[in-house]
């Protein structure tokens, strides 16, 4: 079981760029979600996706779009990055493991210029 | 609004009890009380949660006062690996929605 992983790890961006972060589970978790962390912060939802088909905004869903594209694989897009969305982006899934908790990805640390 | 309130900091003394404390003064009673944990900008793992009870597991316990408004986590035996930042986190169990705060800072030492 690899759990949650994310490609890439690392990302550098000039401002305008557009790019895709990738996101997996093989954990058969209905529920998977995006989240960014800036320095010194806690972890802020962007947008979730509680079931296969469905995708919902959380708190910051600013410059950001989403894609369900099957059980495993949630993808987040930046069409147009800005410096703002400097951060480190972190994927999670949600399920049962004797009692629900949330499992997240490794992280990626994106950069625009 | 955050829903939880934890101290920005605390150091604790390897092999001793570290005890950190959140206050959570508005919860619904359908909201459990999660405990998470982010070692130097890993993705966050999780460690306890409850919802009137106390609860223990192979990694803490966690303490819910009578009336819900707060709760002690409790790492028995703190080693170094345990330096991380504490995330006590109000939720319910659907969807998973989880609403982060600052956290606490831990820091053990030898």
């Known amino acids: 079981n690899a759990g949650v992983t994310q490609t890439p790890k690392f990302q550098v961006l000039k401002t305008g760029q557009s790019m895709t972060l990738q996101c997996a589970q093989d954990?058969?978790?209905?529920?998977m979600y995006w989240y960014r962390q800036d320095p010194g912060m806690g972890l802020r939802l962007i947008y979730y996706s509680a079931s296969e088909g469905t995708t919902d905004k959380g708190e910051v869903p600013n410059g950001y779009n989403v894609s369900r594209l099957n059980k495993r694989e949630f993808s987040l897009r930046l069409e147009s990055a800005a410096p703002s969305q400097t951060s480190v982006y972190f994927c999670?899934?949600?399920?049962?493991?004797?009692?629900?908790?949330?499992?997240f990805g490794p992280g990626t640390r994106l950069t625009v210029t | 609004d955050a829903k939880t309130t934890q101290p920005p900091s605390m150091d604790c003394a390897e092999g001793r009890a570290a005890n950190l404390p959140c206050n959570h003064s508005t919860i619904s009673g359908n909201e459990y009380v999660y405990w998470y944990r982010q070692i130097h900008s890993q993705g966050p793992q999780y460690i306890i949660h409850g919802l009137k009870n106390n609860e223990t597991n192979e990694m803490a316990s966690l303490i819910i006062t009578e009336d819900r408004k707060s709760s002690t986590l409790i790492l028995p035996h703190a080693t170094l690996r345990d330096t991380a930042v504490y995330y006590c986190?109000?939720?319910?169990?659907?969807?998973?929605?989880?609403?982060f705060g600052a956290g606490t800072q831990v820091v053990v030492t030898p």
């Open positions: 986190i109000v939720g319910t169990d659907s969807w998973g929605k989880l609403q």
């Open positions: 999670a899934s949600w399920g049962w493991a004797g009692s629900y908790e949330q499992y």
């Open positions: 954990m058969n978790h209905n529920s």
